[in-house]
């Protein structure tokens, strides 16, 4: 992440799911869900199923997309994990991040030997990188948004 000068970093989404009370990982750039059978992983979780060799993990794809050589390529970048703490659109907030480090790992400064990287907390915990989200009551519920 430090001291590569390019493609040191991947982005992809993570969507909250009420109904599976969890985040999922999206990646809209391969157009892959990671599944493991039939659960849908966020990318810890494909991080541990690589790690294991899963022997059902697969993907969910409307195009030909190939899960083999998709997890070859993924997983170089399945080690830190950042996201901004605030998402919301149209509304000012400080851009304050939060990074995944994996315990005794270098909490990195820089991202491709140039950028610095500012306004970072870091945490060792999974639990608290993907902590459901705030104020989505009428997610979980169900309820639809009244228009006028």
């Given at each position: 992440m430090q001291?590569?000068?390019s493609a040191a970093g991947h982005a992809l989404a993570e969507a909250w799911l009420p109904d599976l009370g969890k985040w999922v990982m999206v990646d809209s750039q391969?157009?892959?869900i990671p599944m493991l059978g039939?659960?849908?992983?966020?990318?810890?979780?494909?991080?541990?199923?690589?790690?294991?060799?899963?022997?059902?993990?697969?993907v969910l794809t409307s195009t030909d997309a190939k899960p083999?050589?998709?997890f070859k390529w993924v997983n170089q970048y399945l080690f830190y994990f950042d996201t901004?703490?605030?998402?919301?659109?149209?509304?000012?907030s400080s851009r304050t991040g939060l990074m995944l480090v994996p315990l005794g790992a270098?909490?990195?400064v820089v991202f491709q030997r140039t950028e610095a990287i500012h306004n970072i907390r870091y945490t060792n915990s999974v639990a608290t990188f993907y902590a459901p989200p705030t104020g989505t009551d009428w997610l979980a519920a169900g309820s639809e948004i009244e228009t006028r």
């Open positions: 001291t590569r000068a391969a157009d892959i039939d659960k849908p992983l966020n990318a810890v979780e494909l991080q541990q199923a690589l790690l294991t060799d899963a022997p059902n993990l697969t083999r050589s998709y901004v703490m605030d998402n919301r659109y149209g509304v000012k270098h909490k990195p």
